[in-house]
C-alpha cells in the first residue's frame, strides 16, 4: 500500500508542475523552480550514486571472484583512468587533454564499432524472424528490402525517381504508420502520467 | 476584529489578485487538450466502467508455461526493466515507461513465485533496482511464498543506456524464460539478443515507437507502441488500471475524430485546424 | 569443411573485402549521396539567414557515442558555418554522453584556432527535464570566462538567437521542444539528429516547432553541399562517409534478406519437418 504521506507528496508536487507548466505567474514560478532544484539535486545525487554503485558492484565481482572479472577489471580501470586524469592536481577536468584524448581514441570507436554490430545482428533476427515463419516477419522483412532498395543513393534520372520514392514513402505510408504510434503512445503515456501524478493506483500491489 | 465576511473577502480579493497576474502559458487550443486529459480520467474513475474486454496482448497471460519450462529446467527467469530507469539522465517519457514496466514485473513475480522458479531483474539505475526489489517481495507476500523470496534477487549493472551497455545488461547465463520490459532504443537489438540466447521464451515490450520493428523481429510475443501502458489492465482485475485504458481508448478515439473532421474540412473547404491551435504551418 | 560451412565463415570476410576496395573506388559520378529534395537544405539555408549579424547560438549537444558518426560531417560543417557567418556559440550538454563529444569538439575548434571569445562552455547540467526547465529560468556561470558566456549568463534567452540541438542521446529535439520552446519567446530551434529520431521530429518540423531539421545521411550531405565555406573550410576535415562503401552495405543486406525471404517461401512448411 503507498505511504499516504509519499502520495500527497506526488499530487502537490505534481500538480504544481503542470499548473506551472499551463499558466505564467510569478508566485507559482517561485515554487515551481525550487521544487525543479530539488528534482535537480536529486537527478545529480542519483547519478552519482549510480557510478558509485558501479564501482561498488564491479569491486565486489573482484573481490568475491564472482561474476565477469575482465569485464570488472576493465570497467573499473576505465573509470580509474578518467578519473585520475581529469581530478589529479593541474587537470583541467572534463576538458583535460587527457580526458579529450581517452574519449576520441577509445570511447567513441569503441561505441560507434559496437553501433555497427546491429547491422549484423538486425539481419540476422530479420532471418530468424523469418524462418520461423511469423508473418510480421514476411512484412517486416519485405518491406525493408523495397525501402533499402529506394535508399540506394545513385546518380541520374534513375537516382532522381529512388530519392523521390523514397521520401514519399518516409512521409506517407511510414509516416502514417509511426505517427499512429507516436500519437497512441502520447495519450496513453499521458493518461499514464496523469494517473502518477494524481497519486491514482500504485505501482504493483 | 474582523468578521469573517471580511476574510472571505480579503481571500476572494488574493485569489482574484493572483489570477489577474496570471497569463496561460500555451493559447486556450492546447491548454484545452491537456486539461482533456486530466477530465476524462476523473470522470471515468468517479464513473468506473466494468465492461471489460480482454485482449492478452503479448500473451502474458499464458505466462505460466514459461515458468514450467523455467521450473523443469533449474533455472531461473530473467526479467529486464529496459535501459531507462527511474532517475537517469533521459527524458521523462522513457522512465515513465519503467514505472509502467512495474505492474508486469509484479505479473511476472507472481507467476514465478507460485511455481518456485527464482526470479532475476536486471536493472541499470539504482532507483529502479530498489523499485523492481519492492515488487518482488511484494509479489512473493500477496502470494504467501515470502520463504522462496530469498532466491530471487535484483541485480544492479549500471553501465549505461548505450549500445554496449545493453548488452552489458544481458547475463551470461541460460534464463528458460526471459522478459524485458521498458525503454529501449538503440541498445534494443543487442539487448534482447543477449536475453534471449538459450532462452526458451522471450517476451518484451517497450513504447519507442522508432524500436517498434525490433521488438517484433526480435521475440516471439512483443508489446509495441502504447501495448506497454496497456498490457497491466488485462492482467489485473483493478478497475484503477483499466479505468486508464479506457480513459486513453476515448481520447485516442477523439482524436482519430479530430483528425478525420479536419482531413474532411481541409479537403472540403480549405480549412486548416492548425490555425486553432495557433501553429504557424511552414 | 562443408561448402556451406564455408560460406558462412568466408562470408563476412568477403564483405569486409569489398567494403574496402570500395572505399578506394573512385564513384563520385555514378553515385550521389546528397538528396536530389533541396527542400532540406534550402529551409536550412533560410533558417540561417533570418539570423542577426553575429548572432548567439546556444548548441545543445546531447549527441550519442553510437549514432554521431552518421551527424558528425554535417555537424562540423555546420558549426563552420555558423562561424564563418560571425555567429557565437554556447555549448551545453544535458547527458554525459553528449558533454563527453562536446568537450572533443570544442577542443577540435581550440585547435583550429577559432576565436575563443566567440566560444562559451557551459558545461553539464544534470536533471534531464528539470535542468531543461531550469535553463529557461536561469543560466549557470560559463566555465569559461568570456565577454559572449558572461553575457549569456545573465541575460539568459534573451541574448540567445537560435538554439542548435545537436541530437542522438536521449534529452535531444523534442525535449526541447517540449521544455523550453514554450517557456522562451521567438528562439527558434534547429536540430541536427540522426535518422532513428526522424520519425518522431517529422511532425515538429511540420508545425514549425522546428525551425530546420537535418535527420538523414542524404539530407546532411545536400547541406554540405550547398554551404561555400571561406574561413571555416579548415574546421571541416572529413569527407563524410563513402558512398560507395554504403552500396555495398545497402546491396549485402538487400541480398540476404531476399534470400532469407527466399528459403521460407519456395521449401514448403512439410519439407522442413522431413528434413
Redesign the interface.
Known sequence: MRHPGLAALVLVVGLLL?AD?????????EL??LV??A??L???G??L???A??AL?RGGDLWRRRG?PV?AVL?IGGMAAVLVAGLRPGGEG??D?A??WM??AL??P???S??G???V??????????????P???V???V??VT??L??????TV??WL??AA?WT??VP??AV??G?????A??????????V?G??G??? | MSDPGDLLGGLIRFVGE?LG??????EIGP?LV??G??L???QL?ARPVSRWTTRDTGGLAGIGRAMALAAEAGTDAVVSLGTAGL???TD??AR?QT??A??L??HVGRAAARSGVPLRVLTN???AAA?AAA?VE??HA?TATRERSVRSRTV????GR???AG??LTT?ARPAAAFAFGSLR?EA??HL?GLGAGAGSLTSGS?E??Q???L???S?AAL???EL??APADLRA?V??RT??L??NR??GL?VLALAVGAILGFAVGFDPADLLGIERR | MSKRALLHRGAPLVLVALLAVAILLPLD?????E???ETVSARWSDALDGLPEESGILVAFDAD?????EIRPTVRVLLADLLDRGGQLAFVSLT??G???A??E??RLARADVNPRRLA?F??????E??L??LT?EFPEP?DDTAFGRGIAEGGFDRVDAILVVGGNDLGPRSWVEQVA?RVDDVPILAVAPTVL???L??YTATGQLEALVATP?DGAAYRASVDLENGQRLVPDEGPS?AA??V???A??L???Q??A??LLRP?GAESAR
Open positions: 503542470l507548466a499551463l499558466v505564467v505567474n510569478s508566485s507559482l514560478a515551481a523552480d525543479v532544484r528534482a535537480i536529486v537527478a545529480a542519483a547519478a550514486a549510480g557510478v554503485s558501479l558492484r565477469d569485464g570497467v572534463a576538458a587533454p580526458v579529450g574519449v576520441a570511447i567513441v569503441i561505441g560507434a559496437l553501433f554490430l546491429l547491422f545482428s538486425t539481419l540476422a533476427a530479420s532471418r530468424r524472424s523469418v524462418a520461423a515463419r511469423r510480421e516477419a514476411y517486416l522483412v519485405g525493408a528490402m533499402l532498395v535508399l540506394l543513393p545513385l546518380g541520374g537516382g532522381a530519392a523521390d521520401s518516409l512521409l511510414i509516416g509511426l505517427r504510434l507516436l500519437i497512441g503512445i495519450l496513453v503515456a499521458a493518461v499514464v502520467a496523469a494517473r502518477t494524481l491514482i493506483g505501482a504493483d500491489e | 493572483i497576474r496570471s497569463a496561460l502559458r500555451f491548454t491537456v486539461l486529459v486530466l476524462v480520467l476523473l474513475i532517475a537517469r539522465a521523462a517519457t515513465l514505472l509502467a512495474l505492474p514485473l509484479g539505475d539504482p532507483f523499485a515488487t511484494s509479489a500477496s544492479f549493472v549500471g553501465e548505450s549500445v554496449p548488452l552489458a551470461t538503440e537489438q543487442l539478443e513504447a515507437a522508432a517498434s520493428p525490433t517484433l523481429l526480435a516471439p509495441i507502441g502504447p501502458y496497456q483493478d484503477v488500471e486508464a485504458v480513459a486513453a481520447l485516442i482524436a | 559520378d555514378v553515385l550521389r549521396l538528396s536530389g529534395d557515442l553510437g549514432t554521431y558518426a554525459p554522453e558533454r563527453a563529444l568537450v572533443a570544442l577542443g562552455d558545461g553539464f547540467l544534470p536533471g534531464a528539470a535542468a526547465v531550469q529560468r566555465i514554450p526522424l520519425p518522431e517529422i511532425p542524404r558512398v554504403l552500396v552495405g545497402i546491396l543486406a538487400v540476404l534478406l531476399a532469407s525471404l528459403g521460407p512448411r
